[in-house]
Nanobody, 113 residues
Framework: QVQLVESGGGLVQPGGSLRLSCATSRSLFSSGAMGWYRQAPGKQREVVAQITSGGSISYADPVKGRFTISRDNANNRWYLQMNSLKPDDTAVYYC???????WGQGTQVTVSS
């Protein structure tokens, strides 16, 4: 059974924007804490941004000032707004509630001219 679905990825030119979304069950969403991660070809998965159950948000240095994490309580969704995208942002992006052991399939983001 699918527990979370990432969407919103695609092909975008450098400098462009995308908004990723992560839909979950109400029970998973209500836990509050989650993170966005990404994995580029040949590289290990890395954290992009995290939000705690208390609402504290942190960003990895490469995305600070460009990415914004948010949540939509009414629709059980988390979002990652990505602006000023760079080729180095190309990766599969994943959302992961802290309480969930596994990973979803992610959504592909490709930044290229």
């Amino acid at each position: 059974q699918v527990q979370l679905v990432e969407s919103g990825g695609g092909l975008v030119q450098p400098g462009g924007s995308l908004r990723l979304s992560c839909a979950t069950s109400r029970s998973l969403f209500s836990s509050g804490a989650m993170g966005w991660y990404r994995q580029a070809p040949g590289k290990q998965r890395e954290v992009v941004a995290q939000i705690t159950s208390g609402g504290s948000i942190s960003y990895a240095d490469p995305v600070k000032g460009r990415f914004t994490i948010s949540r939509d309580n009414a629709n059980n969704r988390w979002y990652l707004q990505m602006n000023s995208l760079k080729p180095d942002d190309t990766a599969v992006y994943y959302c992961k509630p802290f309480s969930l052991a596994g990973w979803g399939q992610g959504t592909q983001v490709t930044v290229s001219s």
